[in-house]
């Protein structure tokens, strides 16, 4: 790979979206309040995704981790993203951007699934960009899904073992049409993975932004990408 020149726009960007809680905590509100206010940075991102050419935004909207949270707060989480499906469709066509979401989807309530489905095929002829929801996402268990797929291949005899290498391994995951992300962005301060595209980010330019989600809107990633445009990317190499 060549190394990313200074100036270059990342053509995927990977967003944590972390502190809608504490957001509505310090502020005496319920943390279903954060999560509406957090959704409105989604439409803020992809606002700033139309107008510097950025194609691919995977957010990490809900983690296979995140069942096991209280079960009233899982209920109203899932309530929230159909209605964030339901509400902000036009926003998708505005920006001509199509819906797209990797993850255990199975795991998702019906109604959910079929917003989500219903959003994706009404979006799936827009070429110019791509909102990739990660919901009901872990990275272990994309991994661990990935060599569930091969090793039926190989059972089968479609597949040697040794024929198992990296561009096999990539081409099992849950969208190994999108290329790999090039930022890397968490909100919130904390300075962690969370279990998200772990095979994905291995050469991401990582940026951990101080300010909780719900304040993250076009100027915080504006900064995330002029601090990406002054990075050299060596992938490896010598700079």
């Known amino acids: 790979m060549t190394p990313a020149a200074p100036g270059v726009t990342p053509l995927h ?31 803020a991102a992809l606002r700033v995704c139309r107008e510097a050419g950025i194609r691919y935004l ?7 981790e995140n069942w096991s949270r209280p079960s009233s707060e899982v209920r109203t989480l899932m309530s929230l993203l159909a ?29 959910v699934r079929r917003e989500l489905d219903r959003a994706i ?13 990660a919901l009901s996402y872990g990275g272990r268990a994309e991994l661990a899904d990935a060599a569930r797929r091969i090793a039926r291949r190989v059972a089968a005899g479609e597949l040697q073992p040794d024929d198992v290498t990296e561009a096999v391994v990539a081409a099992h995951l849950y969208a190994p049409d999108v290329p790999d992300p090039d930022l890397m962005i968490r909100t919130s ?16 330019e990582l940026y951990f932004a101080p300010v909780l989600w719900p304040d993250f809107r076009e100027a915080e990633f504006r900064a995330a990408l002029a601090d990406y445009a002054c990075r050299r990317r060596r992938f490896g190499g010598i700079g």
Do not use: C
């Open 189 to 204: 301060g904390e300075l962690r993975l969370s279990n998200f595209l772990l095979w994905q980010l291995s050469y991401a």
């Open 13 to 43: 960007v990977a967003i944590i979206m972390d502190g809608n809680g504490r957001w509505a905590r310090r502020r005496g509100l319920p943390r279903t309040r954060g999560h509406e206010e957090g959704a409105e940075s989604i439409a």
């Open 58 to 64: 995977t957010l990490y909207a809900f983690s296979v």
């Open 121 to 133: 095929a009404e979006t799936a002829h827009y070429a110019d960009r791509q909102l990739i929801l």
């Open 83 to 111: 209605r964030f499906l339901r509400a902000k469709k036009q926003v998708l066509h505005r920006h001509r951007t199509r819906l797209r979401a990797i993850g255990r989807l199975d795991d998702l309530p019906a109604r």
